[in-house]
């Protein structure tokens, strides 16, 4: 009976503790545009494709469009092995609780990286050049429902088994 005990008590702690899963990310940043930091302006030519690329992304309707816009950015720039998207157009749909939007436009890859020069300012003062934006990238959240399926049916047959523990134990 103490072993049947002992087993049952080793098989529930190892049931409580194996379904908690704890995951952390953390990251830094410094902003460099702030007034502490002093940086010189770095200057890069885009090599411009001539075919058009288009990329897609879905999500339910409380998802922000602009995120969901983003995203098919993201998918179109993925599918085209590309660093920006240029002229970007986008097509948005709603059906029901989701939206669509497909976004099509030229891809482009930087190349030429170089310090600024004299003769770049030139271009600088005549608007011929542009300042890169960057964004934060988002992950629309998409159906995870596996994990949670998989957990239920793990938690299920642990409950069977230590019931059939208890009876056993009971009986024996």
Avoid: W
């Avoid at 930091?37 to 058009?52: A, F, G, R, S, W």
């Amino acid at each position: 009976m103490k072993k049947q005990f002992l087993f049952f008590t080793i098989a529930a702690s190892a049931f409580l503790t194996s379904c908690s899963v704890s995951k952390k990310n953390i990251s830094k940043a410094m902003d460099i545009n702030g007034p502490s930091v002093i940086q010189k302006p770095t200057l890069v030519d885009l090599d411009v494709k001539e075919t058009k690329v288009s990329g897609m992304a879905t999500a339910k309707s409380n998802v922000p469009m602009e995120i969901v816009k983003e995203v098919a950015v993201k998918d179109a720039i993925k599918k085209a092995n590309a660093d920006v998207l240029i002229e970007q157009k986008f097509e948005t749909e709603t059906s029901g609780r989701l939206n669509t939007v497909t976004v099509k436009g030229f891809p482009a890859t930087y190349k030429n990286f170089r310090p600024i020069t004299t003769e770049d300012v030139e271009l600088l003062k005549v608007g011929a050049t542009q300042k890169a934006d960057i964004c934060e990238s988002h992950k629309v959240e998409q159906k995870k429902k596996l994990g949670f399926v998989t957990g239920v049916l793990i938690g299920f047959g642990s409950c069977v088994l230590l019931l059939t523990m208890l009876v056993v134990a009971a009986g024996g």
